[in-house]
């Protein structure tokens, strides 16, 4: 039997015969794939391929080849190895490869199943696009777990009520070390305890409907049992193929704080403003008041010189004059509340200065009050006008001791020093414009029934009181006073823990205590003539008044309703004229503009001021300027005179 062989000089036997189904070649050159007879030795026997495939080649030059003729070795192997799977195992055997083609890298998926005892049956499939899809998909998924891991909120997701995921800034925001430590565990243990019923109903709801829970805020708790507040809003969604709920909390912990801040600064500038407001109005009254007064006193004070000893009419106008006395006084809660009320300033060793009033502070409290003082020693000087720093602390003790009505308890009188931060300064009811720095305190502690928010927010308005009757100006008058000295108060009450008063005042920049030096004086004039005054005041009763009672001691008298007409009178008279008596507040020109204008007719001229408003508040407008003196309304005539003397007298 000759040998016969074909035109590339195979035996024909070797190659498969053609198919003799057009039918059946027609299907396999429409599908999308690849097909290849391949013997076990890796000889390829057959070979279909769509026309638009990047592979389609004629069957020539890949039937009689082998793997390692058309293939990369690396290929060629892993073809081998999972032919080798499939005869030996009979079922589908696949592996995926990349070829570097004239268009670029492409990626093939071969799947091999035999095909007979020694034959195997090759799909090979362009996987390409399938590859770069999945990349795709990876890199998007690595993404969006980036970007969930590094959101600025909050990400759990539970399932069952378990949780089964947290991103990074949930777990540190939390305060875990990882997601091991939070994974498995219930949800609910994230959510304050009082608000857990609520939170279960919420996500019942949420199941049952399908629909996102609306945003709400909730406490959750943190690993060291502390609770942050976060707008919390939870959506039911498939995670990991299963049913879950997904719940994004946003952290508004510092936000609310701030707000809560941001209230309270509003609401101190509202007292602040408040108390300005008062003080502003205080201080007008008692000005007016104190001119009204003068009227009262002066009058009183002149008929009862003019008077007989034996007159029936001494005792009513006594009277008269103590009642004055009496409303001069509360015109004086009144500067004192205005921050006005300082008259006579020194520096003041506040440990001592309680001592010495202990005795008096006995008297007030109640008899089933404990008394105790912890007074620190060699404390710094702090500058106050002791009579005033009296009112402060006997009006402390007495709101604390009406605070323990008819218990036991007892009362605790501390002093000290501090360093005052401008943190701490805000907290106080007076700290616009204070300067941090060195402060001396004194704290009055009762353990009496104590004070809620909205009392404390009160207890300085002037006549406000939790008592059946008040006292008047009272704690009032301490903030005014305290305002006037520079300093602050700071209460610290809750209701049934007591109340603490702490007063804090500026150190003094001086050492030692002592009283200012006198204002400078004009030289004397000689006594052995009567003395001429002139009074300025724009007040018509004030103004009469001090006329008659100097005219009744024996005094030449001048006058003048305002300033322009006073400094006229200078002008005209000045020589004449032994000393001014002249009103701080006044239209058209003031005390202190009359008084420039004064000094430029007589450089020497001799000036009382009188207001009713304080000395210390009056006097510091003319300070270095000459002002012999200061004399407040409402004045009783002996004291008009005598310091109108005394004025005259210096040497």
């Known amino acids: 039997m000759s040998e016969q062989r074909d035109e590339s000089g195979r035996d024909p036997e070797d190659a498969a015969p053609a198919p003799s189904d057009a039918r059946l070649k027609a299907i396999l050159h429409a599908l999308p794939d ?80 035999a095909s007979g005892p020694d034959e195997i049956l090759a799909i090979v499939r362009n996987v390409t696009q399938r590859r770069q899809d ?12 980036t970007l969930i891991d590094k959101s600025p909120d909050l990400i759990v997701v539970h399932r069952h009520g378990a949780i089964v995921y947290a991103n990074e800034r949930g777990i540190k925001l939390l ?147 103590a009642a004055g006395r009496r409303a001069a006084d509360l015109t004086r809660q009144l500067l004192a509340y205005s921050g006005k009320g300082k008259f006579v300033v020194e520096p003041v060793d506040l440990s001592r200065f309680v001592e010495e009033m202990i005795h008096l502070l006995q008297t007030v409290i109640s008899k089933r009050a404990a008394l105790r003082l912890q007074l620190a020693a060699n404390l710094p000087m702090i500058e106050a006008d002791a009579s005033q720093l009296s009112q402060v602390v006997m009006n402390l003790i007495t709101n604390a001791s009406d605070a323990l009505g008819d218990e036991n308890g007892t009362i605790t009188i501390t002093t000290g020093a501090m360093h005052a931060s401008r943190e701490y300064l805000s907290s106080t009811f007076l700290s616009d414009q204070l300067a941090e720095g060195p402060y001396v305190y004194l704290e009055v502690t009762d353990t009496g029934q104590g004070m809620d928010v909205a009392t404390v927010g009160r207890i300085f308005d002037p006549f406000f009181t939790t008592k059946f009757a008040g ?4 704690l009032a008058a301490v903030l005014g006073i305290v305002r006037g000295h520079h300093g602050t108060v700071r209460v610290y009450s809750e209701p049934g823990q007591g109340t603490t008063f702490k007063v804090l005042i500026p150190c003094s920049a001086r050492a030692t205590a002592g009283r200012p030096a006198p204002l400078p004086s004009p030289p004397p004039v000689a006594m052995d003539e009567e003395i001429t005054v002139l009074v300025v005041d724009d007040d018509d009763i004030a103004r009469t008044l001090a006329r008659e009672l100097l005219e009744h001691f024996g005094c030449r008298v001048m006058t003048a309703e305002d300033g322009t007409e006073g400094v006229r009178v200078v002008r005209e008279h000045g020589e004449q004229i032994d000393v001014v008596l002249l009103d701080m507040t006044m239209p058209r020109m003031s005390g202190a503009e009359t008084f420039a204008e004064m000094r430029k007719v007589r450089a020497n001229i001799r000036v009382v001021l009188t207001s009713g408003y304080n000395e210390q508040d009056a006097v510091e407008r003319f300070a270095g300027k000459g002002l012999a003196g200061f004399i407040q309304k409402p004045y009783l005539p002996e004291a008009l005179v005598n310091k109108l003397r005394s004025v005259c007298r210096r040497a």
Not at 49 to 66: F, Q, R, Y
Not at 137 to 144: A, I, P, V
Not at 220 to 242: N, T
Not at 258 to 267: D, F, G, N, P
């Open 134 to 145: 999945e990349q795709a998909l990876r890199r998007s998924e690595e993404s969006f777990r």
């Open 34 to 113: 690849l097909m290849f007879r391949i013997r076990a030795d890796g000889t390829f026997l057959e070979f279909f391929a769509p026309d638009e495939s990047e592979l389609a080649a004629p069957p020539a030059t890949i039937v009689g080849h082998t793997l390692e003729d058309l293939l990369p070795p690396e290929v060629a192997a892993a073809s081998r190895s999972a032919m080798r799977r499939a005869l030996q195992s009979g079922k589908v055997e696949t592996h995926e490869y990349p070829l570097d083609l004239p268009g670029g890298r492409r990626y093939f998926e071969a799947r091999h199943v």
């Open 175 to 321: 305060g875990y070390d990882g997601p091991q430590q939070l994974l498995g565990n219930p949800a609910l243990m994230l959510v304050h305890p009082d608000d857990r019923a609520v939170v279960e109903a919420r996500i019942r709801r949420m199941l049952e409907t399908g629909e996102p829970a609306p945003a709400v805020e909730e406490r959750i708790l943190r690993r060291d049992g502390s609770a942050i507040v976060a707008e919390v809003v939870a959506i039911p969604l498939e995670f990991q193929g299963e049913p879950s709920v997904i719940v994004v909390g946003h952290d508004i912990t510092a936000r609310l704080q701030a707000e809560q801040e941001r209230r309270v600064l509003e609401e101190r500038v509202q007292h602040a403003q408040k108390l300005e407001s008062l003080g502003v109005l205080a201080g007008g009254i008692a000005h007016d008041f104190n001119n009204l007064l003068m009227g009262v006193l002066g009058n009183a004070g002149l008929a009862l010189a003019q008077l007989p000893d034996d007159s029936p009419a001494r005792d009513t106008l006594s009277r008269i004059e």
């Open 471 to 474: 006292r008047g100006l009272g």
